[in-house]
């Protein structure tokens, strides 16, 4: 298996927290390699940890997703002990960090909490949400190891730019925050419909933005890191879609869907 020098990821970050005071990181270090620091080999049970050794060190906003789907069946989230189910960085991340959106499936961990209100975020792709506040600041958004297609920022600019193929549906139930403080109420996915036929397919937009600059790239082991700012992506995307407003999905749909009366329904 490739190798590569966790040095790398870090002299990356080094350089991108001179100009980005918020950092949003998807990540997929499996797909990496196998890491070395200073020239030797980091054992497995240390990987993780070499990592957040560096990402303490950072000025800078640094924000991971901790998303968890279990919401909609069990109506319950605790988010002291809810587990991130998007990577085992960002369930080590959670641990260490002091603070998480309020959000049953759509939370993020930060290091300082600058972007996180200190409010449940009932709706978390609309209104003064995390990602609003993300592109306010003009964050920087890295993918180590993971294209797009794990974008959540790409769900919220659908919904800023009113999308017809998806549609806010609400889930009832309680979230407690790391504070132990209860909310109760509707907790929104912005969603597909539930039986598979309007299909998402990232890859074009992704072609597109690599060609115009607004996606950049750097190699790194087995695998690539991709990075863009978010005002830049947001104009790109909302031009885009202009021209064509079907390009993120596999197909254009034969219709569209809505959330009726406690059921998915198809429009007619």
């Known amino acids: 298996m490739k190798t590569y020098a966790i040095e790398e990821f870090e002299t990356f970050l080094k350089i991108q927290t001179k100009d980005s005071k918020n950092i949003l990181i998807h990540s997929a270090i499996a797909n990496l390699g196998i890491p070395t620091k200073k020239d030797k080999k980091i054992s497995p049970q240390n990987i993780i940890n070499s990592y957040l050794e560096f990402l303490s060190k950072c000025k800078s906003e640094i924000l991971m997703p901790?998303?968890?789907?279990?919401?909609?069946?069990?109506?319950?989230?605790?988010?002291?002990?809810?587990?991130?189910?998007?990577?085992?960085?960002?369930?080590?991340?959670?641990?260490?960090?002091?603070?998480?959106?309020?959000?049953?499936?759509?939370?993020?961990?930060?290091?300082?909490?600058?972007?996180?209100?200190?409010?449940?975020?009932?709706?978390?792709?609309?209104?003064?949400?995390?990602?609003?506040?993300?592109?306010?600041?003009?964050?920087?958004?890295?993918?180590?190891?993971?294209?797009?297609?794990?974008?959540?920022?790409?769900?919220?600019?659908?919904?800023?730019?009113?999308?017809?193929?998806?549609?806010?549906?609400?889930?009832?139930?309680?979230?407690?925050?790391?504070q132990g403080v209860s909310y109760k109420g509707e907790f929104y996915h912005f969603c597909l419909p539930p039986n598979g036929e309007i299909k998402v397919d990232y890859s074009k937009m992704f072609k597109i933005l690599l060609s115009l600059g607004v996606i950049k790239i750097q190699k790194i082991g087995a695998s690539f890191i991709y990075y863009f700012k978010a005002k830049e992506f947001y104009q790109a995307i909302k031009q885009e879609l202009y021209k064509s407003p079907f390009l993120l999905l596999k197909e254009p749909p034969k219709r569209f869907w809505t959330f009726k009366e406690g059921i998915d329904t198809p429009l007619s």
Not at 82 to 92: F, I, K, Q, R
Not at 117 to 133: H, I, M, S, T, W
């Open 66 to 178: 901790s998303f968890n789907y279990d919401f909609p069946k069990s109506a319950f989230a605790d988010l002291r002990t809810l587990p991130s189910e998007v990577g085992s960085l960002t369930e080590a991340y959670r641990i260490t960090t002091k603070y998480r959106s309020i959000h049953p499936m759509f939370s993020f961990n930060s290091n300082n909490g600058e972007s996180i209100d200190k409010n449940a975020e009932y709706n978390p792709f609309l209104g003064d949400c995390v990602y609003q506040r993300l592109l306010n600041s003009n964050a920087l958004m890295i993918f180590l190891g993971i294209d797009i297609r794990v974008c959540t920022f790409m769900m919220f600019l659908e919904a800023k730019l009113k999308v017809k193929y998806r549609y806010f549906k609400p889930f009832f139930g309680e979230v407690i925050d790391l």
